[in-house]
Nanobody
Framework: EVQLVESGGGLVQAGGSLRLSCAASVSGFTFDDYAIGWFRQAPGKEREGVSC????????YYSDSVKGRFTISDDNAKNMVNLQMNSLKPEDTAVYYCAAALYGVAWPCRPDSFGSWGQGTQVTVSS
């Protein structure tokens, strides 16, 4: 079982940066057993995969819309995955969720591939 808590959302101007963190509490398995993904959902839109990382960080995935601007990283010692978001755009505004998949992989980075979810954190980018 894994429980996830996101933090780091907020309001930022276009061109600014935010760092999201996903802290995991794991029982029965180790943090390395989980792929972790970051997803976002804007009002009126479907939830979409932003970036995913496999257990032990051996592979990563980025959506085309964030490639080159966002960086996903894991800190296995702290059971945490971070998403560094740079050069933010108004279209990045959404609720961001982290999710875990036991024995999962970084791709496909799809919501239906991940079974455990955090509560979400709001990211708002003003123009």
């Amino acid at each position: 079982e894994v429980q996830l808590v996101e933090s780091g959302g907020g309001l930022v101007q276009a061109g600014g940066s935010l760092r999201l963190s996903c802290a995991a509490s794991v029982s029965g398995f180790t943090f390395d057993d989980y792929a972790i993904g970051w997803f976002r959902q804007a009002p009126g839109k479907e939830r979409e995969g932003v970036s995913c990382i496999s257990g032990r960080g051996s592979s990563t995935y980025y959506s085309d819309s964030v490639k080159g601007r966002f960086t996903i990283s894991d800190d296995n010692a702290k059971n945490m995955v971070n998403l560094q978001m740079n050069s933010l755009k108004p279209e990045d505004t959404a609720v961001y969720y982290c999710a875990a998949a036991l024995y999962g992989v970084a791709w496909p980075c799809r919501p239906d591939s991940f079974g455990s979810w955090g509560q979400g954190t709001q990211v708002t980018v003003s123009s």
